[in-house]
């Protein structure tokens, strides 16, 4: 079974901070690894994903994550908060066991301060 | 290219009634998969559709029930309504599937039961 555990519910930063949100997951195959972004009163959002390949993932809005397999992690990083970057963040894991189903983590939301 | 369309996005039931949401994926996609979001519970699973046929289910009771039509609109039926169903009910569509593919979401039918 897969399972998507994210460090902190509530995270915040300063305005031009780094921003590093903490993603660890669970997969006994070798997991599709995702961060969605959700803005108030709308869906989610696709950052980045990561299949196979590369384990740098580059993504929309200056985000980026590193697959570490030793540590079993996904975290997601951006060099410098901006004010928009406000919204909750969602880990997300899936693989061919248990299913065709995506799991998602309880989310972190990001507070940016001026 | 339209994205994911949920209707209703508001709706107020009470008690034992039921409900019907629906949504429409982004053209060319098979895959519809459905989610709850609640604040306690985060994002939990329902069901994925992949043309007609449910190939995964989460953890609910029964009275959760879904399908999907030849065209790939999905439909998720909520029978014998209950306080603890008040949430936000996402839709996703997938080109891939569930598993490998980016899942692109509508806004949400929000309910809320009294």
């Known amino acids: 079974a897969q399972s998507v555990t994210q460090l902190g519910s509530h995270v915040s930063v300063s305005e031009g901070a780094l921003v590093l949100l903490r993603c660890n997951y669970s997969?006994?195959?070798?997991?599709?690894l995702f961060w969605y972004v959700q803005y108030p009163n709308q869906g989610l959002q696709l950052l980045l994903k990561y299949t196979t390949g590369a384990t740098l993932v580059k993504g929309i809005n200056g985000f980026e994550a590193e697959f570490k397999k030793s540590e079993t992690s996904f975290h997601l990083t951006k060099p410098s908060a901006h004010m928009s970057d406000a919204a909750e963040y969602f880990c997300a894991v899936s693989g061919n066991t248990g299913g065709f189903k995506t799991i998602f983590g309880a989310g972190t939301r990001l507070f940016v301060k001026a | 290219k339209a994205g994911v369309t949920q209707t209703p996005r508001y709706l107020i039931k009470t008690r034992g009634q039921q409900v019907t949401l629906s949504c429409s994926p982004i053209s060319g996609h098979r895959s519809v998969s459905w989610y709850q979001q609640t604040p306690g519970q985060g994002l939990q699973f329902l069901f994925e559709y992949f043309s007609e046929t449910q190939r995964n289910k989460g953890n609910f009771p029964g009275r959760f029930s879904g399908r999907q039509f030849s065209n790939s609109r999905s439909e998720m039926n909520v029978s014998t309504l209950e306080l603890g169903d008040s949430a936000l009910y996402l839709c996703?569509?997938?080109?891939?599937?569930?598993?490998?593919?980016?899942?692109?979401f509508g806004e949400g039918s929000r309910l809320t039961v009294l």
């Open positions: 996703a569509s997938s080109l891939q599937g569930a598993v490998t593919g980016e899942l692109f």
């Open positions: 997969s006994s195959v070798p997991p599709y």
